[in-house]
């Protein structure tokens, strides 16, 4: 398909099944590649992107169960057809993991390009379009995963293969891994492969994975650019209550349920107070030039301002600023009776907290069973870990900046603290400096909604400029 000195591959040719792979069976890394780079027909590479990433929208990774072996697949039969090193995990039946390597001539460190495989559960009833249906319709590409994150996979598997093409003398490995179950907490995938399979990203020193966040006005003019150094650190838990059972006739006080009740509405009630972490107020003082002046200059100094009853009123009205600013608590789940007329022994809740970078968790504990003050429930952590960030002076972020002032004049670089939380925790304990980054640039409009909910789409364009945009950022980061 593709023409002499030009890059492309037939992406619509069908790909047969990888061979299974428990181990971590070793592909034959490709030959080295001599001399200048190729020219790269840009279009081609685009078309094959969306051929591919359509492909892989159409892979049902949701999780649970995962699924993930299939994605794993994917990507590693197009690897071992180019010659590209690469190796599938399956810690897990169905959970799989790929790790694909370019070599480079080690006079940098490596750079990691991290990416999830599965995605979260869908409503159909909810979808105009079928999640896995991989469909175009209006300029926007549909399915579940659309955001969050296939495509940004997509676009990191596509910057491996144009590098590999094109002959690209690299100055650093470039390392594409594609892992399972995000969504649950990444056990079974991204912190299953860091702690069994470190010598895989040894010596690794960059690693980028979703997380960043950009502004593009209505005209399409870029305001800033995100790379983002931390996220707030989640805190899962399950409250159970213990009461005496009985008949639904007789109301009890002390049942299970009720006892559980009156714990989360004081849950529901509480309002942390602020923390002014040191990189969320590194984060406030980025984002504070695209603020009106007045607003901005408040942000610059955040710990003085929250003591301003203005400000603070200002600040009751902003959701996401909020967040960064305080711990958080979600009631998600309740589980209790399974008969009507039965008051239940047992009941219980699981909450979705997440800390502000920094925060003890030890601390937090405590506070949660000071705010419940019934030491007849139980409290037992689900999912949590310590906060951690990476530095914002290294020579990434610097490489960044230049590349950001050069590809659009009078934009900014900002360092958004994710709400949310990603892998990326996973390789700071490693050593690795791991940063959130989005190459999809559009107005809000055109770039897509859906994250985590109905419909998720992204913009056609948008997706392909990212495919670009992201080569074009790694090629200077290895090159």
Known sequence: ??????????????????PRSRGGKRSRPGR??????????????EAEALDLFLAYLRIDTTNPPGNEIAAARFFGEICRREGIEYQIFEPAPGRGTIWARLRGNGRQRPIVLLNHLDVVPHSPEFWTVPAFAGRIEGG????RGALDMKSLGMAQFMTLLTLRRAGVQLRRDVIFLGTADEESGGKLGAGWFARTHPELLRDAEFLLNEGGSNY?????????????????????????AVGEPGHGSVPRP???VNRLLRALHRLQEYQPGYQVAPVVAQSFRSFAPLMERSVGARYLSLEASLKDPDFLRLLSSDAQAQVLLRNTISITILEAGNKVNVIPAQASASIDTRL???ERLDRWIAELKRVIA?????LEPLLAFEGNASPIDSSLVRTMQSFVERRFPGAILTFPVVAGFTDSHYFRELGIESY??????????????GYHGNDERIGQQAFLGGVRFLYDLVEELAR
């Open 1 to 18: 398909m593709a023409a002499a000195g030009h890059l492309a591959i037939g992406a619509s040719r069908p790909l047969p099944a990888a």
């Open 32 to 45: 080295g590649r001599k001399g200048a780079p190729r020219e790269i027909d840009w279009a081609r590479v």
């Open 140 to 143: 926007f590409i549909y399915g």
């Open 216 to 240: 593009v006005d209505s005209s399409g003019r870029v305001l800033s650019v995100g790379i983002s150094p931390a996220e707030k650190t989640p805190a899962w838990f399950r409250l159970t």
């Open 254 to 256: 002390q049942s299970s």
């Open 356 to 358: 502000v970078p920094g």
């Open 374 to 378: 019934d030491p007849g429930i139980t």
């Open 436 to 449: 959130g980054f989005s190459p999809f640039l559009a107005p809000i409009q055109q770039l897509g909604q």
